[in-house]
């Protein structure tokens, strides 16, 4: 039997795992199974990933939308291992994974191979702190869960901290007579996560201070800097939806400070190379990725300046037509795109795209059939800004080019983006119920996880 392994279960890996599992594995035993199907990521747990800054602002309780993958495995008919990629050997047709240990570093499982006929790599991307002095040690990054629950703890603990400080409603002035945060959050990034994380915050600052911290002007206490190198934000996006955030941005009474690059983070403050120094009680590093170090050490297999697999059309790898690599970690060409020589861009919707495009590719590869390319489909981008609103650009054939769009709609389709990947893991009937059971959670849960 055809042996195929993923590894990463993210936004792509586990939709392939799910949906190549559905095809050739034996989920209900009626059917025997044309392929073992077996998924490998380092994690016991699924989240999606663009809902991490929800995670970091306390308006998303990772642990209602945590998906175990042990569970999806039995339903969906794959197997699933835990484990660290460490290595490949092609030639044996071998991954190495490291072992597997308790909280307290004790050895679960040891290290162990597990061979494979085809091998898919899809354990996504990392933050890029560029090597600036004081970033890594100093700022929180929004790569996993973890990550995003500590931000949040250091949150409400400074503004529990600035509000019992306060023996009234703040009154410190600058000279100018403008209110100082008590609190300044620095975003380093000025990008759909950067953006987003702001917006999201802001939010938060409104209902801590309705659950209780009534000393704290959610306006002005806490304060929320958004620092971008390049002259606007949103660089990736259309010009006219980085304007249009911007002013609601602002609105909000975020502050964006762009054509400045960061050049050193300590503790409390950030230095920039034009000389100016911000406060910065908490600093998020949201300004560039790169993939995981991993895949530059993998037997040969080529990687470009960001350490992503360099893939062909067909997502195999340059140099080995065995291993597949799809989503973050994957450098794949994109021809007709805006810029000559970009690659497909690192989106969910990218992932979700290549997930569904490999179903079909690897079952040509099972009968022996020649490969078709990946084309990358570009259906716009959308920006949340939390419960305020949304904004981004749609494109396709439908609408005729490039379209600003924003408000009510936009935030349906933002969040559809989301609901795609719940129905591609469970079907669109649990979709539909896990829809409504989110709703309800939410009309009795409060609006910002406290504890
Ligand atoms: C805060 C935030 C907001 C975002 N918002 C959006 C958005 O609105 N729209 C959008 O299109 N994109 C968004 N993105 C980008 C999007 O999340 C990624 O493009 C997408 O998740 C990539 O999917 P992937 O399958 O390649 O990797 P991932 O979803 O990152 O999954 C990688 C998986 O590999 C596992 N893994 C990693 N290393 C190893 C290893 N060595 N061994 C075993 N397993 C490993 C990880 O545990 C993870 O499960 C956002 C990202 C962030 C951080």
Not at 8 to 33: V, Y
Not at 114 to 122: F, K, M, P
Not at 361 to 380: C, H, V
């Amino acid at each position: 039997m055809h042996r195929f392994i993923i590894v990463g279960g993210g936004a792509g890996g586990l939709e392939l795992a799910t949906r190549l599992g559905d095809k050739f594995g034996s989920a209900d035993g009626k059917r025997a199974a044309r392929a073992r199907v077996t998924l490998i990521d380092r994690n016991s747990t699924h989240i999606w990933k663009p809902l991490l800054h929800e995670v970091a602002a306390g308006s998303l309780d990772p642990f209602s939308q945590e998906l175990p993958y042990a569970a999806q495995a039995r339903w969906h008919g794959f197997e699933y291992q835990q484990g660290d990629l460490l290595g490949i050997d092609r030639t044996a047709r071998r991954v190495t994974l490291g072992p597997l240990l308790d909280d307290e570093a004790g050895e679960l499982v040891p290290q162990r191979d597990l061979e494979y006929d085809t091998l898919i790599v899809a354990i996504g991307s990392t933050t890029a702190f560029f090597g600036v002095q004081g970033a890594q040690e100093n700022s929180l990054a929004l790569d996993t869960v973890d990550q995003a629950e500590l931000f949040r703890k250091r949150l409400i603990a400074a503004c529990i901290r600035a509000d019992y400080r306060a023996p009234e409603p703040s009154t410190a002035s600058t000279d100018a007579g403008v209110k100082q945060p008590r609190i300044q959050v620095a975003i380093v990034g000025g990008g759909a996560t950067g953006v987003e994380l702001s917006a999201e915050l802001r939010n938060t600052a409104q209902v801590l201070h309705a659950y209780g911290l009534h000393k704290l002007d959610p306006k002005h206490d806490v304060g929320i800097v958004l620092i971008e190198a390049g002259p606007r934000i949103l660089p990736a996006l259309p010009e006219r939806v980085s304007t249009a955030t911007a002013e609601l941005l602002q609105k909000l009474g975020v502050q964006l400070m762009t054509s400045e690059t960061v050049a050193e983070v300590s503790r409390d403050s950030i230095r920039t190379a034009s000389g100016k120094t911000i406060a910065a009680d908490l600093t998020v590093w949201a300004a560039g990725i790169r993939a995981p170090g991993v895949l530059s050490t993998l037997d040969g297999l080529t990687t470009n300046r960001l350490g992503q697999l360099i893939v062909r059309g067909t997502l195999q790898t340059e140099i080995d037509d065995n291993i597949f690599a799809l989503g973050d970690c994957a450098a794949c060409a994109w021809p007709g795109g805006e810029k000559e020589g970009r690659n497909v861009p690192p989106r969910a919707q990218a992932a979700h795209q290549q997930a569904s495009f490999l179903l079909k590719s690897l079952e040509r590869r099972l009968e022996d059939k020649p490969l078709p390319d990946y084309t990358y489909r570009d259906f716009g981008s959308l920006v949340s800004l939390g419960h305020f609103s949304a904004v981004g650009s749609l494109m396709g054939g439908l609408i005729g080019g490039n379209m600003l769009i924003e408000g009510l709609f936009a935030r349906f389709m933002y969040q559809s983006l989301y609901r795609m990947h719940i129905a591609a893991l469970h079907g669109w009937a649990r979709m539909a119920l896990d829809t409504v059971a989110h709703w309800l959670r939410r009309s009795t849960a409060p609006r910002v996880k406290l504890h």
